[in-house]
């Protein structure tokens, strides 16, 4: 019974994107191009070289490619939209029904990800058309375990990105937070510029102590084969603290957040 | 010479129709029917220099698009309007200096700033000088109690002061015309009562030409001597708006109240009744016959008290309105 | 006539003042924002160094060029958007209907869309990447002497043309559709390709940042002016297509506020 009313807000959500299908159009149309600029820059800088340092040129495009397919599931999320929510009061509406908010953001979540997916997966076939990459493809249990880590990561950014939204609780101006640490920081340090292990190795250790190589890096990593067997169970043991450790926030957050603001009477 | 000459106006516009639905939106991809909408139809006038003239008219009658093109905001599909000398949709920056515009739903002053900015902004784009603005920004603020106002940020404001302060940036550069579309729109009586004031004393003081169109008959009777009645784009009506009003309100209301009840169906060969209650009635009655019904009743029938009123202001328009 | 510029000025001073005053109203909002900032320019540096690692060569560029060429790009991207930010809340004003007061003073009609929002969240970074350009020329000893400088100069002025010329279009596209945040973020995305000289890029992508959405005529050009890289053909395509891209766009400016209808009440 109580599956219906998440099954109903994601019809909605899917609604939304008819009404707003030119925003769509050419927010897909941006992503697009992004990845496009991204693949041609890498394609030039490891083409005359045959590769960039431990990586071949096969690699690099498969990194970069699958990180096409990574982006779209880790990171396409409406939980942009909760600083908003709370900010103009919305957050009201939803609060007074009997449903729960993180249970509807994340049925939004899972709407959106489909939605991007389906459109991800045309805008693949034309890439793989138009370039050709040479692609390097997992052995079976590089497979399973990439799969995993995909699925943790997806659930751990949420809890992430739940984090940052609530912050709006007790911070007016949330716009910089999610700035800074929802958009520059998952940009730069989760490995979507540049592979992480290009950068210098004390970058590195300190990164590996902060949520987001484990968003993007790591899966592909696994995918590329690049990851030994060995250290699967201590990565697996990273991201199982990190859903702990992010899921925890958030919830602690939540609890205090909602209590501040139905004190204030929004 | 007059300030303003308009001859056969006329301004169409294209309007796209859209059924509803998945289907049509689809149809609408490659075949969009469309329809000309004629909203200002042959329009000829002239106003004087210091005049104060106002457009009345239903809704959707042209009012705005008329005004809209004669600030030079839109052009003319065919016809002239000549203003100071200029054709106003050229816009040549040296017609934009002498005129204002107030619109009643938005605005001239920036979001986020306090009104005095937009005022300094103002002050540089029309090239004032210190002393004028000085002078000016005083006479204003005293004019409409806006000592507090000015430094507020003008987004916390009540939509009376904005309306104060809209009018303000308006006429800092002195214009010698000023445009105000509905500017008393949403405003209490209070505030409606001193925009009005405020509106006849630039017009004797500062001798400013004024073109104003309003919903709101009181503000247009005490304000303007002149209206222009228009409808559906077209030029009913070009004089006094007392001549207007005498010839058209052509019916009195006798309200009495008596000491007992009398049944309704004997006062109905007095006139027509528009009000009853326990022991009042309201009668509608020609002009030239309520003084004769008034003493008839008065004579026969047991009366407390008895109030002749005029026919309203809006009734009357009204009336001009649906008898096109 | 001097009068009209000066004013102009005095106008734009004043909303500058404003600007500065309401950022500071919310300092540490500010402050986050320029943190951000910072390091997405920290890390475009850290990237092409990453990048050349003991590489001494890549695509035909050295190290000290790629340097210039990223840190001129984070450069003119700021300065652009320092000046030209109230575009991206042009729609607002549009939907509201206060444009068609905007268009009714003695002031250019593009003024309200493109320069009534300088952003003072970019000064600071513009002046530390001016700096750290000035540093990396001398370090590097690039030879820069008055001829170097005047052809940079007249790059310079190219690159602000056609970024004028960018913003006044989509201006007009949003006149015409009220579609402005996709086209800017579009362009935005675009531009990030110049991070690198626009070179190594084949195809239609580079004819895109060549000639539709010049890019390349924004970032790459000036930067190697710096570099002496500059032909004598590119410096002068540049300059002329700049003025030809400004006319154009300055026609379909004018196009859009024929066609504009402001809704009536």
């Known amino acids: 019974m109580s599956l219906l009313k998440y099954i109903q807000i994601a019809k909605n959500t899917l609604q939304e994107y008819f009404t707003y299908r030119v925003n769509f159009f050419f927010w897909r149309l941006q992503v697009f191009f992004s990845f496009i600029i991204y693949y041609s820059l890498w394609f030039a800088v490891s083409s005359s070289q045959g590769g960039i340092a431990s990586y071949t040129a096969s690699s690099i495009y498969t990194y970069f490619v699958l990180g096409y397919l990574v982006r779209t599931l880790v990171f396409s999320t409406r939980t942009a939209d909760i600083g908003g929510d709370i900010q103009n009061g919305n957050l009201s509406t939803l609060i007074l029904k009997p449903l729960s908010p993180v249970k509807y953001y994340f049925a939004r979540d899972t709407i959106d990800k489909l939605f991007n997916l389906i459109f991800m997966s045309f805008e693949f076939l034309l890439i793989i058309f138009l370039y050709k990459p040479q692609l390097i493809f997992p052995n079976p249990s590089s497979l399973l375990f990439f799969i995993l880590l995909i699925l943790f990561a997806t659930i751990s950014f949420f809890f992430y990105s739940l984090i940052i939204s609530f912050i709006t609780f007790w911070v007016d101006e949330a716009w910089s937070t999610r700035f800074l640490f929802g958009v520059v920081f998952v940009n730069l340090f989760s490995g979507q510029i540049i592979p992480l292990d290009l950068l210098p190795h004390w970058i590195q250790n300190i990164l590996n102590f902060t949520p987001y190589p484990y968003f993007f890096f790591y899966p592909i990593k696994v995918w590329l084969n690049q990851l030994p067997i060995s250290q699967y169970p201590s990565l697996l043991l990273s991201y199982l603290v990190l859903i702990l450790v992010t899921y925890s926030i958030s919830s602690f957050m939540w609890q205090k957040g909602k209590v501040k603001y139905q004190s204030y009477g929004q | ?324 | ?265």
Request: charged share 20%.
């Open chain 3, 1 to 265: 006539m001097a009068n009209r510029y000066q004013n102009l000025l005095s106008v734009w001073i004043i909303i500058a003042k404003n600007k500065i005053q309401n950022q500071l109203l919310t300092p540490s909002s500010s402050f986050l924002f320029i943190v951000g900032k910072l390091f997405n320019y920290s890390f475009s540096i850290l990237t092409i160094l990453a990048i050349f690692g003991q590489n001494r060569n890549i695509q035909g560029y050295t190290l000290p060029q790629a340097l210039i060429f990223v840190v001129f790009f984070n450069f003119i991207e700021s300065l652009i958007q320092f000046f030209f930010r109230s575009l991206y809340t042009f729609r607002n004003i549009l939907i509201k209907g206060d444009f068609d007061l905007d268009l009714l003073k003695p002031l250019p009609s593009f003024f309200r869309p493109m320069l009534s929002g300088p952003d003072f969240l970019d000064l600071p970074l513009i002046i530390i990447q001016l700096i750290t350009l000035i540093y990396l020329l001398a370090f590097y000893q690039f030879p820069i002497n008055a001829s170097t400088l005047l052809i940079f100069a007249i790059t310079l002025f190219s690159s602000i043309t056609i970024a004028f010329s960018i913003h006044l279009s989509i201006a007009a596209f949003s006149v015409l559709t009220t579609e402005v945040d996709s086209l800017v973020a579009f362009y935005r995305n675009l531009g990030r390709a110049a991070a690198v000289p626009t070179d190594i890029y084949k195809g239609l992508l580079r004819f895109i940042l060549d000639y539709i959405v010049p890019i390349t005529i924004i970032s790459t050009v000036p930067a190697k002016a710096l570099t002496s890289l500059l032909t004598t053909q590119t410096l002068l395509f540049s300059l002329l297509y700049s003025l030809l891209f400004f006319f154009i766009s300055v026609s379909f400016w004018r196009y859009s506020l024929r066609h504009y209808s402001s809704a009536s009440s």
């Open chain 2, 1 to 324: 010479m007059p300030i303003i000459s308009v001859e056969n106006l006329t301004r169409e516009f294209k309007v796209f129709n859209k059924e509803p639905g998945l289907k049509a939106s689809i149809i609408s991809l490659y075949r969009r029917p469309q329809r000309t909408v004629t909203a200002v139809d042959d329009l000829s006038f002239n106003i004087d220099k210091g005049e104060l003239v106002a457009f009345i008219g239903p809704n959707g009658a042209g009012k705005t698009t008329t005004l809209k093109c004669l600030s030079g905001l839109l052009y003319p599909s065919s016809g002239s309007i000549n203003i100071l000398g200029y054709k106003p949709s050229d816009r040549k920056p040296d017609y934009l200096s002498q005129i204002g515009f107030v619109m009643g739903q938005k605005n001239q002053l920036w979001w986020d700033i306090p009104p005095q900015e937009t005022f300094l902004l103002h002050k540089a784009i029309y090239n004032i000088s210190d002393s004028d603005y000085k002078k000016r920004l005083n006479y204003f603020v005293k004019l409409l109690d806006l000592k507090d106002i000015i430094s507020v940020q003008t987004k916390k404001l009540s939509l009376g002061q904005r309306m104060k302060c809209e009018f303000v940036a308006a006429l800092l550069h002195q214009p010698k015309v000023l445009f105000l579309d509905e500017p008393t729109i949403g405003l209490d009586v209070v505030a409606n009562l001193k925009l009005r004031h405020f509106i006849k004393t630039i017009n004797q003081d500062l001798k400013t030409t004024i073109i104003l169109t309003s919903h709101n008959m009181v503000d247009v009777a005490e304000t303007c001597k002149r209206v222009l009645v228009i409808d559906k784009g077209k030029l009913f009506y070009d004089g006094s708006f007392s001549e207007l009003l005498k010839k058209n309100a052509q019916y009195k209301f006798l309200k009495f109240h008596f000491d007992s009840s009398y049944s309704l169906s004997q006062f109905k060969k007095f006139g027509e009744i528009v009000k009853s209650g326990p022991n009042s009635i309201t009668l509608k009655v020609p002009q030239n016959k309520h003084l004769k019904v008034a003493s008839s009743i008065l004579a026969s029938y047991s009366v407390s008290d008895l109030n002749i009123e005029d026919t309203h202001l809006e009734d009357v328009i009204a009336q001009i309105y649906t008898d096109r």
